[in-house]
Every structure is written in C-alpha cells, then in structure tokens.
C-alpha cells in the first residue's frame, strides 16, 4: 500500500493547540484515575500528556458535567510576578495567604459558574448564588490573576494596616476563613449534588523564576485544592505541575506526602506510545482503519532499517525519553524530510530528521532545567566529540574534570558545591543525558535481556553499583558521540 505522507496529520506538539485531540486521544489508565477523580494532583515532566488530558476534560463541558477553566494566559505566575510584592518588602504569612487566596478565587469561579439568572431559578440554590455574585461582585475583575491578587493583597492589607491587635485577628480570621462564602455554603452543596464540578488548573508554572513568591504560589494552590476537594463532595479540583518542580518546592513535596494517594504521574511504556502514534496514523488514513498498531506504523514508517536491521519504531522510540511530544515531533521531522525527498521512509530519511530533532530535544531539555541547574547546558555541551559508552572510571574522570575546572556560566556555583562526582552523574541520570547498564535487563521496562535504562524507566534505581554508562541516543546526533 502506497500513502501519500503528505497527508499524514500527527496533530500539533501542544496539546492546548491540538483542537482535533478528541478524535484521537488515547484513554490511558491514569487518564482514567484522574477523570474519575480517585487522583487530582498530575505530574509529569514537560511533554509528557498532562495538559492533553486537562484539554479532554475541558471538551466535557456542558455534557457530562460542569468544567471551569482557568487559563495559563489568565492565571499563570508569570502574571502574578508582575504585581506581587516580592519576598524582600512583604512582611505577610505567604503560606496561608497564598492557600487562602487561591481558595477563595476557585469557590468565586465556581459561584460564577453555577449561578443561574433566570426568573424561574430566583427561588433555587443557583438563584440565590446569582443573587450572591450580584450583590458583592458585580464589579469582579475579569482577569483571574488580578482577582487572586486583590485578595491576597486585602490579607496584606490587614497584617500591615493601623488596627488593634483584637481588630486585626478577627478581620484575619474571617478572610482566612472566608466568611463571606458561609452564607451561600448549603447553596453551593446543593448545585453539586445535581453536577459534579471540575476546576482545571494546568501550566501555572509558566514564568517560573524558583523565587520564595513563585514557591508558594504554586504550593497555596496545592493546599487549596486539598481543602476543596476534602470539603465539597461534587467539586474536582484538578492541578497538573512539571514534576521537577514538584520536587524543588519544599512545602509542597512535604504537604504531598500525606496525600500521596492523590497523586498521579504520567508515565508512558512503548506500547502505549505506539497505540499513541497509530491512532493518529489512522485518522489520517482511513484505509487503515482496521489494522493493529504495529500495521499502522509499518504501513508509514517502514518495518525495519538498515542502520544493523533495527525496527524503526525501536529505532525511534530509543531516541526519546519516552513523551508523547518527543514522539510526535521526531515522527513529523521523518514525514516532512520524506515529502521534501519524495521519498519512502528509510534510514537516511530517519537519520536527516534525527539531526534536526536531536538539537532541539537539547534545546528544550536544557530549558527545562534551567533553574535546577542553571547554565547545565555548558555542562552537557563538555560531552561533545565523546565517546557515548563510557566505563564507571572514565564518566568518573569526565565529570571530576569538570567539577573542578569549571565550565564557566551559572553552572560553576552548583558544581562547586558537589562532593564527588558521582553526584554529578546522578544529576546527568535525573535529566536524562545519561542511561544505565543493568545486566539481565527489567521485565516490563526493557525489551530483553541486558540494556540500558533511564531515570524515565526505573527512577529510584541506585547508580552506585552501575558499572557502564552510556550518553542517551537522543543526544548523540547533536553532539556527535562516538562509538569505540
């Protein structure tokens, strides 16, 4: 069968601009845990399908339940950053601040959307809510973020204002409390005993500067939606969170521990990444409709390579760390550069679009991280024209080199502070650059017998009896490794 891949559509790499996804979304298992909501807190790193499935959620408005969105462009911290009184000049508790801000825009939002102005609804719960917003917020600021901030600036307001003590607690306690909701509390259980109700909130690290403020936003989010979610049965609020952040916000990673049970991280195996891919192969190409997942790529991608006879799915698949964007994007690069050559898919096909790909997965993989380790990418950069298998001794030698001379950039300050090197090599094996050797390989992780695996595969794994290690094959192209 002959396909004209000019007509492939993969969809686009963001999920938010994909406005086809609900054709070809694949209902995983987490996605089904998160619908459900036994998990509300999504983590996963950048890539990985969170806001694809906040973006499903978001399509079942006016259906299966009530949706209420609040938007990056609307809500994100890099909004609030601009308004913010910095960690310098507030003299406030930001925890309970924060959490008590984010509590009181989500219920507003909720009112908001569960109100109901119609005359024959004036005498129900909705009527009242409508009655509500009318009375105290008729004059509600359009914008989210600023309505996020106005609270807490009343809170700041209080603790830094010209009251006595007694004053001053008891107008604390009622906005902490937010006492202004009590009196439509019974409405609000009413509505969501007819509805359930999902608050979505995804990508509200955007801007992230790793600041004392940026920290407690996203945690006063976090204990927010507990408080919410524990006290109105009907109401999900969902949060999705990079997970690296996750684990570099203190108050947070210390919070989640007594609701780990809540948490969910998107993983994906290569089963689900090819059923992923044929999916999308598929909706592009009716005649296909009927075939298995291994027939759908075979019938676009080719089989096999000539590159050692190796599968082109494997092929590609060993090239990412194993997220839906990386797939999605190496697989377009491969259909533009065959349509550009009018060509069938073969390794040269592959190899041209891996060299494109391989730069930009550097690109965004060095961003990612970027406040964790600042300047890593010169790190990263000191491996080129290096041989991409190295020995224990040799990565220890590399890295004690560059420990202590130095790279140059924000990376010499967390450099100097590392011991060994082998904390170094912990760092390149959480941000992907390097894979372990482990000999007689993982079922269900590996394909077979003796491999190399990456924190994406096996993340609590010890490194310290690790005795091979090699570059991942994402990296290769761009920085050009060599064999031995």
Same mark, same amino acid.
Request: aromatic residues 10%; negative net charge.
């Given at each position: 069968?002959?396909?004209?891949?000019?007509?492939?559509?993969?969809?686009?790499?963001?999920?938010?601009?994909?406005?086809?996804?609900?054709?070809?979304?694949?209902?995983?298992?987490?996605?089904?845990?998160?619908? &459900?909501?036994?998990?509300?807190? +999504?983590?996963?790193?950048?890539?990985?399908?969170?806001? &694809?499935?906040?973006? %499903?959620?978001?399509?079942?408005?006016?259906?299966?339940?009530? =949706?209420?969105?609040?938007?990056?462009?609307?809500?994100?911290?890099?909004?609030?950053?601009?308004?913010?009184?910095? /960690?310098?000049?507030?003299?406030?508790?930001?925890?309970?601040?924060?959490?008590?801000?984010?509590?009181?825009?989500?219920?507003?939002?909720? =009112?908001?959307?569960?109100? /109901?102005?119609?005359?024959?609804?004036?005498?129900?719960?909705?009527?009242?809510?409508? @009655?509500?917003?009318?009375?105290? %917020? &008729?004059?509600?600021?359009?914008?989210?973020?600023?309505?996020?901030?106005?609270?807490?600036?009343? *809170?700041?307001?209080?603790?830094?204002?010209?009251?006595?003590?007694?004053?001053?607690?008891?107008?604390?306690?009622?906005?902490?409390?937010?006492?202004?909701?009590?009196?439509?509390?019974?409405?609000?259980?009413?509505?969501?005993?007819?509805?359930?109700? %999902?608050?979505?909130?995804?990508?509200?690290?955007?801007?992230?500067? @790793?600041?004392?403020?940026?920290?407690?936003?996203?945690?006063?989010?976090?204990?927010?939606?507990?408080?919410?979610?524990?006290?109105? $049965?009907?109401?999900?609020?969902?949060?999705?969170?990079?997970?690296?952040?996750?684990?570099?916000?203190?108050?947070?990673?210390?919070?989640?521990?007594?609701?780990?049970?809540?948490?969910?991280?998107?993983?994906?195996?290569?089963?689900?990444?090819?059923?992923? *891919?044929?999916?999308?192969?598929?909706?592009?190409?009716?005649?296909?409709?009927?075939?298995?997942?291994?027939?759908?790529?075979?019938?676009?991608?080719?089989?096999?390579?000539? !590159?050692?006879?190796?599968?082109?799915?494997?092929?590609?698949?060993?090239?990412?760390?194993?997220?839906?964007?990386?797939?999605?994007?190496?697989?377009?690069?491969?259909?533009?550069?065959?349509?550009?050559?009018?060509?069938? +898919?073969? !390794?040269?096909?592959?190899?041209? &679009?891996?060299?494109?790909?391989?730069?930009?997965?550097?690109?965004?993989?060095?961003?990612?991280?970027?406040?964790?380790?600042?300047? *890593?990418?010169?790190?990263?950069?000191?491996?080129?024209?290096?041989?991409?298998?190295?020995?224990?001794?040799? *990565?220890?030698?590399?890295?004690?080199?560059?420990?202590?001379?130095?790279?140059?950039?924000?990376?010499?300050?967390?450099?100097?502070?590392?011991?060994? $090197?082998?904390?170094?090599?912990?760092?390149?094996?959480?941000?992907?650059?390097?894979? @372990?050797?482990?000999?007689?390989?993982?079922?269900?992780?590996?394909?077979?017998?003796?491999?190399?695996?990456?924190?994406?595969?096996?993340?609590?794994?010890?490194?310290?009896?690790?005795?091979?290690?090699? +570059?991942? $094959?994402?990296?290769?192209?761009?920085?050009?490794?060599?064999?031995?």
């Amino acid at each position: 069968m002959t396909l004209n891949l000019s007509q492939l559509d993969l969809g686009a790499l963001a999920a938010e601009n994909d406005t086809d996804l609900v054709d070809y979304f694949l209902q995983t298992e987490a996605f089904t845990r998160v619908f &459900a909501a036994k998990k509300w807190l +999504v983590l996963g790193n950048r890539g990985a399908g969170k806001t &694809a499935i906040f973006s %499903y959620l978001a399509g079942l408005r006016n259906r299966e339940a009530h =949706v209420v969105q609040l938007a990056p462009d609307d809500y994100s911290y890099e909004l609030a950053s601009d308004i913010l009184a910095r /960690e310098l000049s507030g003299a406030w508790q930001k925890g309970a601040a924060f959490s008590a801000a984010w509590k009181w825009l989500i219920l507003l939002l909720l =009112v908001k959307g569960l109100a /109901e102005p119609s005359v024959k609804s004036r005498r129900s719960a909705a009527g009242h809510l409508h @009655a509500f917003l009318r009375d105290h %917020y &008729a004059d509600m600021a359009a914008n989210p973020i600023d309505t996020l901030i106005g609270y807490i600036k009343r *809170i700041e307001g209080v603790k830094l204002g010209p009251y006595e003590a007694g004053i001053k607690a008891r107008k604390l306690q009622q906005l902490f409390k937010l006492d202004e909701f009590v009196r439509i509390d019974a409405d609000i259980r009413a509505c969501l005993q007819e509805k359930n109700v %999902y608050v979505l909130v995804d990508e509200l690290d955007r801007g992230w500067d @790793a600041s004392e403020d940026a920290k407690y936003f996203v945690a006063g989010l976090f204990r927010a939606a507990v408080g919410l979610n524990q006290s109105y $049965p009907g109401l999900h609020v969902l949060v999705s969170l990079r997970q690296e952040l996750y684990h570099s916000i203190p108050m947070l990673y210390e919070d989640a521990q007594k609701h780990r049970d809540m948490l969910e991280t998107i993983q994906w195996d290569e089963n689900s990444l090819k059923a992923l *891919i044929a999916a999308r192969i598929r909706r592009s190409f009716p005649e296909l409709a009927e075939t298995s997942d291994d027939e759908a790529w075979d019938a676009v991608f080719s089989t096999e390579l000539s !590159y050692r006879q190796t599968k082109s799915f494997n092929y590609v698949i060993d090239r990412t760390l194993n997220r839906p964007r990386e797939l999605i994007l190496f697989c377009s690069l491969i259909r533009d550069k065959a349509v550009e050559r009018q060509s069938a +898919v073969d !390794y040269s096909i592959v190899a041209a &679009a891996e060299r494109d790909y391989s730069k930009a997965r550097f690109e965004d993989i060095t961003h990612e991280y970027r406040f964790q380790y600042p300047g *890593i990418e010169r790190v990263l950069e000191r491996f080129r024209g290096a041989l991409f298998r190295q020995d224990r001794d040799e *990565i220890e030698t590399h890295c004690c080199e560059l420990i202590l001379d130095g790279v140059g950039g924000g990376a010499d300050v967390w450099l100097k502070e590392l011991s060994d $090197p082998g904390e170094l090599i912990d760092i390149l094996w959480e941000v992907g650059f390097v894979t @372990a050797y482990l000999v007689g390989g993982q079922k269900g992780v590996t394909r077979s017998g003796s491999q190399y695996v990456g924190s994406y595969q096996m993340p609590t794994l010890p490194l310290e009896g690790i005795q091979t290690f090699r +570059v991942h $094959p994402m990296f290769h192209s761009y920085l050009g490794l060599k064999e031995k």
